[in-house]
């Protein structure tokens, strides 16, 4: 079964840390990755796109791994702000599946 | 640019009563569509996706249905909503890739 799992659920830093989220996923046949912000009752904002060829992507202080053979990808915050508080989702497209397949998120809450 | 669309932002309706959700796309033609369901504490469900005018896929056997009557507009639709159905309901499309959302629709059945 193509899945899709993120962990921690939950994560509480100072201002200023570096974090990492991860991303793990069960069949290393992708296409792309994909990671999301969402902010509390709001929609997805699309962050970083990685395609299967791809090792990372960066944007700012946020920087997308994937490694495709074990299966996981992670996303590194650096100099992490008050502002960066919110739910972080990955999402993989499986080859042969139109649509992504979400993780659940990991809820990060930055303190000042 | 392209921009999404999702209205209302919030809707209230009783057990039994009729739904209609709608989303339009602008700036792009011939997107894929997809409506996605986010339950409290859970992830992102996907429940339809449309690859044209008229041509529905479903996810998840279930009361609602989708319509997509115009390239740019998907609409989401139940005859009879049941307290299971509340909760975030999320358009989206793409062109190739990534995905982009709009701002939801918060539902609740009471």
């Known amino acids: 079964k193509q899945e899709v799992t993120q962990i921690p659920a939950a994560l509480s830093v100072p201002e200023g840390e570096n974090l990492v989220l991860n991303c793990s996923f069960t069949d290393s046949a992708i296409y792309n990755l994909q990671w999301f912000r969402q902010d509390p009752g709001k929609g997805l904002t699309s962050l970083l796109l990685?395609?299967?060829?791809?090792r990372e992507q960066t944007s700012g202080r946020l920087n997308a791994s994937l490694d495709k053979s074990s299966g996981r990808s992670t996303l590194y915050i650096a100099a992490s702000q008050p502002g960066d508080s919110a739910t972080y989702l990955c999402a993989v497209n499986y080859t042969g599946r139109r649509a992504l397949t979400f993780g659940s998120g990991t809820r990060l809450q930055v303190q000042p | 640019s392209q921009t999404i669309h999702q209205w209302p932002a919030t809707l209230v309706q009783p057990v039994g009563s009729p739904l209609s959700l709608e989303c339009t796309v602008e700036?792009?033609?011939?997107?894929?569509l997809y409506w996605y369901r986010q339950a409290a504490g859970r992830g992102l469900q996907l429940l339809f996706y449309s690859v044209g005018i008229g041509q529905i896929s479903s996810e998840v056997p279930q009361n609602l249905s989708a319509s997509r009557p115009q390239d740019r507009q998907f609409i989401l639709s139940s005859k009879k909503l049941l307290l299971s159905d509340s909760g975030f309901y999320l358009c989206?499309?793409?062109?190739?890739?990534?995905?982009?959302f709009g701002n939801g629709t918060r539902l609740t059945v009471t």
């Open positions: 700036g792009t033609s011939n997107p894929n």
């Open positions: 989206a499309w793409s062109v190739n890739s990534p995905l982009h």
């Open positions: 990685i395609q299967s060829s791809q």
